[in-house]
């Protein structure tokens, strides 16, 4: 049967005259869905179950508007609202509002009743989306059982929610409840039970289009889908309490007038109330009709950010056009912190906006907004102060999509991305944002001793802590399988590739190949050396991470690992002494080596520092020629700078010996010194030899006592120098990093007046 | 609610009105209303908006759900600022025109470069077909 006869018919006549063909659905049926699918009359089952919906619609109906609320939830066909309540509970979880506002309503099990099959939960709970628990409340078979009931040719005034598909899943467990009783979500086989089979497919209750008075404007359901069709105007297909409820659905125009953000009214102070935050628009509707005699409850309501709770799916309106239905029945509020809203309440009407061309998931949203809402507006007048915060700015008032976004969503988005920040090591995962907020906190802290300015509130993001967990990977192993089978995984991948290192004999090497593999030796020792040093200065942290006991330990630790630094910054010689700089000189014309030896400098002994020093000095030239493109050698001044100030004198007359190279041998013919020259005229060359002068005035200067031998070394030193000095003409002086301020002292001993002019000049 | 201090999370950009660069060069302003762990954005009420020289114009769009791999940056709007701008707004007809007219020069200065440049026997760079500005 198609979906557009079923709702139309509704004689008896259609009823019995698809009678006959029952019989052959039902051998298909039990083909199947085997034995225990049908085992009932499902007639039977119908009849029985359209008494059912008479009682409580005419129990309704005989309370009338007026009604009082707690008969309302004294009525055990209370279903409506008892499921959605249901349904809250089991969704929403966390929400401690909804959880207060929940409790008070205890989810009676009517015994024997409508409720219980129809549970409309169980029908939402089918829907699975990302929100919903799995939860299944669990139901007895014996529930299915209901007493006769005659048939009921009118279906529209049972309670559709009561239509809603029992808790069962699609496909049917032998033994569970007969199909007639639990009908399995089949397009329905019967014209003679149209509304009930229309309920299953559309199993959010709240979609009822009562009637609209004549002073409303006609809704805009004129395009009616046959799912419309059947909550016809006029139908109490709800069964709510108040069938003379209103569903004011405004037009597209209207609706758009009235989103400018209008004052909103609303016309149902207890739907407005339980609406909570709803859309504007939905407000605007209802007011442009009726006026409102609580124009208190409305800025409130209006305010977007009391939170949290809007369905994603309200984003829809826009386009399906219909108003979210608003919590679907009155009895709905009464539980918890509701006496306020009972007062406010002397028009109960209800908005049923049509809601069947929605999806299933979505009008569960939808109402599970509006409980939200519902609930949320319910605290909301009862503590107001709370929610004095969320009133922060006009434009979020007046923005009526705001919130789209649920909190949970946002949370959700939030816990992914905490997740992926989770580590067992921050300081090797995430060592650059680690290092930056510890100078930040420095900062913070050292501006705080320092000034009584305001104290900025800078909130840290304290990142998850996992602990690191040993985890020794077995590969599995298959029992009695011939043969080892290659079980590669993540965790265990599989080795693809034998690569063998093959040393090739020198004689086959040319010459080039030779430097280019000494030049790779040399990278590599970089590396390894940098790798040393990187956790030579993480001996720091971890020491004071590490308990007493692991100390010591460490601190051996730190010595080896410097101790191997130094050795492959001089390369490692068999013998005792160390007679070439050559290795040393292969790192220091790498840039990264120089950087390098900067910053393992501060690590060295004293002594392994001035060797270190003494082979730069020696071969500065050198250095200096091949550091022509990269200029880097200044970086190495400062450490340098911190090792002179520990050497004594003799060392600093010996560096600037090895500086300019004087006396200059015999041998060396030219008359200038290429040596002292090439240092003078480099800036780092100048800087430095400007060091370790300024490092001997001090040591002379401060200490008297100083060996008569090495004074006179120092004094034929500076006079050599200082001759040089004049000597060069300024123009090729480089620039120094900077001049210390002791050298024109230090030259006044060893020259004259006008010399001393001069190189002042010069300098 | 603090979410995630001292990070680019977009989480405290909802309900803001945002301005969005894509990868294939257009501009989108819209109010971000969802995100994900992608960066995934929801857009609302967007327009595109065209800039040449000194003009642009806004086409309305609707709603835009954009992959994030698709954006090369989005930053908040101002919106007391955002009126008093150098530039002037103009039609949709008219700047679609005034770029039409734009990609037609661009157009004929390539061609000319790539000309001259294979007259002194030189290649055209290639650009890189990943990205298309």
């Known amino acids: 049967q198609s979906l557009e006869d079923c709702p139309l018919d509704e004689d008896e006549d259609a009823f019995q005259a698809l009678g006959e063909e029952d019989e052959d659905i039902d051998q298909f049926n039990d083909d199947t869905f085997g034995a225990g699918a049908v085992d009932d009359d499902w007639q039977e089952a119908h009849e029985r179950l359209a008494e059912l919906e008479d009682k409580p619609v005419a129990s309704r109906e005989q309370d009338g508007p007026g009604g009082e609320d707690s008969d309302l939830l004294g009525e055990p066909e209370d279903t409506l609202a008892e499921r959605l309540t249901r349904l809250v509970i089991d969704s929403e979880l966390e929400d401690p509002a909804i959880m207060q506002a929940v409790q008070t309503r205890v989810p009676a099990q009517p015994g024997g009743l409508n409720s219980s099959i129809w549970d409309s939960s169980a029908v939402l709970r089918r829907i699975r989306g990302p929100l919903l628990t799995q939860e299944m409340p669990s139901v007895s078979v014996l529930d299915y059982a209901l007493p006769q009931r005659p048939p009921q040719a009118r279906e529209e005034e049972r309670d559709p929610s009561e239509r809603a598909l029992p808790r069962r899943s699609s496909s049917p467990v032998i033994g569970s409840p007969p199909v007639w009783a639990v009908p399995i979500g089949t397009p329905p086989k019967q014209a003679a039970v149209p509304n009930f089979n229309q309920q299953i497919l559309c199993p959010k209750p709240v979609h009822i289009r009562a009637t609209l008075p004549q002073r409303y404007p006609a809704p805009y359901g004129e395009r009616m889908s046959p799912n419309q069709l059947c909550n016809v105007p006029n139908s109490s297909l709800l069964g709510h309490p108040f069938p003379h409820s209103v569903s004011p659905v405004l037009t597209h125009l209207q609706r758009a007038q009235l989103l400018g953000g209008a004052q909103v009214k609303s016309l149902c102070p207890l739907c407005s ?244 593999d000494k030049r790779r030796q040399t990278l590599v020792t970089i590396e390894k050396t940098y790798s040393l040093l990187l956790d030579v200065e993480d001996y720091e942290r971890r020491y004071l991470l590490s308990l007493e006991g692991e100390r010591p330990a460490l601190m051996d630790e730190r010595k080896q690992k410097i101790c191997d630094m130094y050795d492959n910054l001089r390369g490692k010689a068999p013998g005792q002494e160390r007679p070439s700089d050559d290795h040393f000189m292969q790192i220091m014309c790498i840039r990264k080596g120089k950087r390098l030896v900067a910053r393992i400098l501060p690590f060295l002994s004293p002594e392994q ?105 120092w004094t034929e030193l500076m006079l050599m120098a200082t001759r040089e000095l004049l000597r060069i003409p300024q123009a090729a002086l480089a620039k120094p990093v900077s001049t210390p301020s002791n050298l024109i002292s230090l030259f006044s001993r060893y020259v004259d007046q006008q010399k001393l002019n001069l190189l002042e000049t010069k300098l | ?106 157009l004929e200065s390539e061609k000319l470069k790539a000309q001259a440049l294979k007259e002194r026997g030189l290649s055209v760079p290639r650009a890189d077909t990943l990205d298309e500005y």
Not at chain 1, 287 to 299: A, K, W
Not at chain 1, 630 to 638: I, K
Not at chain 1, 659 to 669: H, V
Not at chain 1, 687 to 708: A, F, I, K, M, W
Request: charged share 20%.
């Open chain 1, 273 to 516: 109330a339980q609406a909570g935050r709803m859309s504007p628009s939905q407000f605007a509707r209802v007011s442009g009709l009726v006026g409102s005699p609580l124009p208190s409850v409305n800025p409130k309501l209006l305010q977007g950010r009391v939170g949290q709770m809007m369905s994603p799916a309200s984003g829809f309106r826009a386009f399906f056009g219909a108003p979210p239905a608003p919590p679907p029945s009155q009895p709905q509020h009464p539980p918890g912190p509701a006496s306020h809203l009972q007062s406010l309440r002397p028009q109960p009407q209800m908005f049923r906006p049509d809601t069947t061309h929605l999806h299933p998931q979505h009008r569960r949203l939808l109402h599970q907004r509006q409980q939200q809402n519902r609930n949320q507006h319910r605290s909301l007048n009862g503590s107001v102060g709370d929610r004095g915060g969320h009133r922060s700015s006009h434009q979020e008032r007046k923005d009526p999509y705001a919130n789209l976004m649920l909190q949970r969503e946002k949370d959700w988005v939030s816990k992914i991305q905490m997740m992926q920040l989770q580590s067992t090591d921050p300081y090797l995962d995430d060592y650059y944002y680690q290092n930056y907020f510890q100078k930040l906190e420095k900062l913070a802290a050292a501006e705080e001793v320092h000034g009584d300015g305001p104290k900025k509130e800078r909130t840290k993001l304290i990142t998850p802590q996992v602990a690191k967990l040993e985890h020794t990977y077995k590969p599995v192993q298959f029992e009695g399988s011939l043969g080892k089978l290659t079980v590669s995984s993540v965790n265990n991948p599989r080795k693809m590739i034998d690569a063998v290192v093959t040393s090739r004999s020198e004689d086959d090497e040319t010459k080039e190949k030779q430097v280019r």
């Open chain 1, 609 to 713: 520092a001035a060797d270190v020093l003494m082979a730069t000095a020696r071969n500065l030239p050198f250095l200096i020629k091949k550091d022509a493109q990269d200029e880097v050698l200044p970086c190495l001044l400062r450490p340098f700078s911190h090792v002179l100030y520990h050497l004594p004198l003799g060392t600093v007359t010996s560096l600037v010996q090895q500086l300019t190279n004087l006396p200059q041998s015999a041998t060396a013919s030219a008359p200038t010194n290429l040596h002292l020259t090439a240092v003078l005229q480099n800036k780092f060359g100048l800087s430095l030899l400007y060091l370790v002068l300024s490092r001997g005035e001090e040591l002379q200067s401060s200490d008297t006592n100083t060996e008569l031998m090495q004074d006179n070394q």
């Open chain 2, 1 to 106: 609610m603090n979410y995630m201090p001292g990070t680019a999370s977009l989480i405290q950009d909802i309900d803001k009105k945002h301005l969005v660069l894509l990868r294939d060069g257009r501009t989108l302003i819209g109010y971000l209303r969802s995100i994900d762990q992608f960066a995934n954005l929801v857009l609302h009420q967007t327009v595109e908006r065209i800039h040449v020289g000194k003009k642009y114009g806004d086409i309305p769009r609707g709603i835009f759900v954009v992959r994030g791999e698709n954006v090369v940056l989005l930053g908040e709007i101002d919106l007391e600022k955002e009126s008093d701008t150098p530039l002037q707004q103009v039609s949709i007809e008219e700047i679609l025109e005034e770029q039409r007219v734009e990609q037609q020069a661009k």
